[in-house]
C-alpha cells in the first residue's frame, strides 16, 4: 500500500570523488529536476525543501540520484534528509517561516 501522507523534506545531496570542491554543477542538474516535477519545491543555501505526498517526495530524491550517478557519472553520493509530517492540519514551508517571522515581532 502505498504511503501517502503529506511531508516536508529537506534533502541535501552529497557528491563524492567528483575531483571539484563546488558541486554547483550538480546542484544545477537536480534542481531543474526538482523544478520540473510537480511538487513544490524549494531551493535554499544548504538544500532543497520538497513539499508533498510521501511517496512522491521520495521517488524525486531517487531520481536525483539517479540522475547524477547516470548523467554526470558521480560514483557515490550521500544524502542528508529530514523529513517532517503532520495530520492536523497542512502546512508549507512558508507558513513555518511566517509563524516565527510573527513571533519575533512580538519580542
Not at 502505498?2 to 523534506?9: E, G, N, Q, S
Not at 554547483?24 to 516535477?37: C, F, G, M, P, R
Amino acid at each position: 500500500m502505498p504511503v501517502t501522507i503529506h511531508c516536508l523534506a529537506d534533502v541535501c545531496l552529497i557528491p563524492i570523488g567528483t575531483g571539484s570542491a563546488s558541486v554547483s554543477d550538480e546542484v544545477t542538474a537536480i534542481t531543474k529536476l526538482a523544478q520540473d516535477s510537480p511538487l513544490e519545491t524549494t531551493l535554499h543555501s544548504a538544500g532543497t525543501t520538497i513539499e508533498g505526498p510521501w511517496n512522491e517526495v521520495m521517488d524525486l530524491i531517487g531520481q536525483f540520484h539517479q540522475h547524477l550517478h547516470d548523467k554526470h557519472g558521480v560514483v557515490r553520493i550521500q544524502s542528508d534528509i529530514r523529513v517532517g509530517t503532520r495530520t492536523d492540519k497542512k502546512q508549507c514551508p512558508q507558513d513555518k517561516i511566517d509563524v516565527v517571522q510573527q513571533k519575533l515581532k512580538n519580542l
